[in-house]
């Protein structure tokens, strides 16, 4: 008999509404940040005094650059689809928590609620989705050996880009099998010595 795709239903559902608010909340910040930025720079006073300090071109450059990205890339409504999909993921939590059980059907249901919710996910983050797994893990798991043995190593670049992009493709690993760089270097300058 085949096992169902998500193992730990709870567990991918908390991941994933973790994503979408960590996803929805970048987006209306950016789209937020936008709309003060052409409200301000298409002020008529910002125009006067970009004329005086003789920048008037490079403030309309800026305006009609920002209100385009805004238009062609829809901060607002990407946003909204996440925090859409955030309350999904809660409200199949909610369900879960109410029913909890471990039976094999009970697993299989929400296995396919969850893969029914994942059909109208846009293309995901993976450094983000990788974060949003080690989120859910803090909340889920109080033993250090365990965390320590199952979070995943995001790099600090894939963190700082993870709204950015989408790293399709990439693999992060448990942190446990990661070996850093400087202790590689040290086991090889102690064994030159020992010899």
Not at 28 to 51: H, M, P, Q, S, Y
Not at 152 to 181: C, D, N
């Amino acid at each position: 008999m085949p096992v169902p795709i998500f193992q730990d239903p709870r567990f991918d559902a908390l991941r994933n509404a973790i994503y979408h608010t960590a996803r929805g909340r970048f987006l209306e910040a950016i789209n937020r940040l936008f709309n003060f930025l052409v409200i301000v720079l298409g002020a008529t006073a910002v125009g006067k005094l970009a004329d005086a300090i003789h920048t008037g071109s490079w403030v309309e450059l800026g305006i009609v650059l920002i209100a385009t990205a805004q238009l062609v890339f829809d901060f607002a409504g990407r946003s909204s689809t996440h925090i859409f999909l955030q309350k999904r993921y809660y409200d199949l939590l909610a369900e879960m928590e109410l029913n909890p059980s471990d039976d094999e059907n009970d697993r299989r249901k929400w296995s396919n609620k969850l893969l029914t919710l994942a059909g109208d996910e846009p293309l995901p983050l993976r450094a983000l989705d990788a974060i949003a797994y080690n989120t859910a893990l803090d909340a889920l798991i109080n033993e250090a050996e365990q965390l320590k043995q199952y979070r995943l190593r995001v790099p600090w670049l894939y963190r700082r880009l993870r709204h950015l992009i989408a790293f399709p493709g990439t693999q992060f690993m448990p942190e446990s099998t990661h070996v850093k760089f400087r202790h590689r270097i040290f086991k090889k300058e102690s064994r030159g010595k020992e010899t």
